[in-house]
């Protein structure tokens, strides 16, 4: 079985997503009952909800809302990674409001479409290494040229576990391995970075790839990070621009092939259950 460690759910009549607007095809509600149904088919028995970089006034309100998802019966929502803005002043009251809620494991605050400066200021920084100690995670949405700011913020807050989202938002369509693979590989020495193998599809040719198309990217990632250091993700409906929840768990079981048993199953969910204790 698996767990998926990254699920976004849209619902716009109950939060307010002002980037959608700017991506026409994800522009519409995700409802966790499609996902659901799609998910158990495909042996998935455990979610993470990862945010959905909602508008910000309405952060506290998208956990809150995941928060009744989870408390539905027999819900696979099991935890959730919350937004969060490190470069505000109120974020220390804001996560010692986090950590009173024991659906909250993580926290993300999206990168890759923000400049690149925004994770070198001082306030963002002193924040961040707030969590040090508190068991909460921090996941890492950067692009192939932003690498070098990621593992800087690993560097800061050595305490502090680092989640590496999609390995590295590779531009497979580009087939752009470089300077990827070179970053990919230095931030895979710090020991408290993790990567999640995660949505890879959505960076792909939509119309022509395959398994093996995916291959190098996911095989590298792995082999940089090791088997004790990979989690697997959906990240669903994004991954729906490359084919959709079921094509990207087929072509992880075919990548996956000639993995041990030991190896799958801990991609797969013990990592996870170990790495956020669920």
Not at 22 to 32: A, F, I, K
Not at 67 to 80: E, F, H, K, P, Q
Not at 194 to 212: L, R
């Amino acid at each position: 079985m698996i767990v998926d460690t990254h699920l976004h759910v849209i619902d716009q009549a109950a939060l307010d997503y002002p980037w959608l607007a700017s991506v026409e095809p994800l522009n519409r509600n995700w409802t966790y009952d499609d996902y659901e149904r799609d998910a158990r088919r495909a042996g998935i028995d455990a979610t993470f909800h990862m945010e959905v970089d909602v508008a910000p006034e309405r952060i506290e309100d998208e956990t809150a809302y995941v928060g009744t998802l989870a408390d539905r019966t027999d819900s696979l929502i099991v935890a959730a990674i919350a937004s969060c803005r490190p470069e505000e002043e109120g974020f220390a009251a804001y996560l010692e409001r986090q950590q009173a809620n024991p659906l909250v494991k993580g926290f993300r605050r999206v990168l890759h479409v923000m400049p690149d400066e925004l994770s070198e200021q001082p306030l963002f920084r002193e924040n961040l290494k707030r969590l040090g100690g508190t068991g909460l995670t921090f996941d890492l949405c950067v692009l192939p040229r932003q690498l070098d700011k990621a593992i800087a913020l690993a560097d800061l807050a050595p305490d502090v576990t680092f989640i590496l989202d999609h390995c590295g938002v590779p531009d497979i369509a580009g087939d752009a391995r470089q300077p990827w693979k070179d970053l990919v590989g230095e931030i895979a020495k710090r020991q408290n970075v993790i990567a999640k193998i995660s949505g890879v599809v959505a960076y792909a040719n939509a119309d022509t790839w395959i398994a093996e198309t995916l291959r190098p990217w996911v095989e590298h990632t792995i082999g940089a990070f090791g088997w004790d250091r990979v989690v697997w993700g959906s990240d669903w409906p994004v991954c729906t621009l490359g084919g959709g929840l079921m094509a990207w768990v087929a072509a992880t079981h075919a990548l996956m092939e000639g993995a041990s048993e030991d190896e799958r199953r801990k991609l797969y969910s013990e990592n996870a259950r170990r790495i956020w204790n669920i």
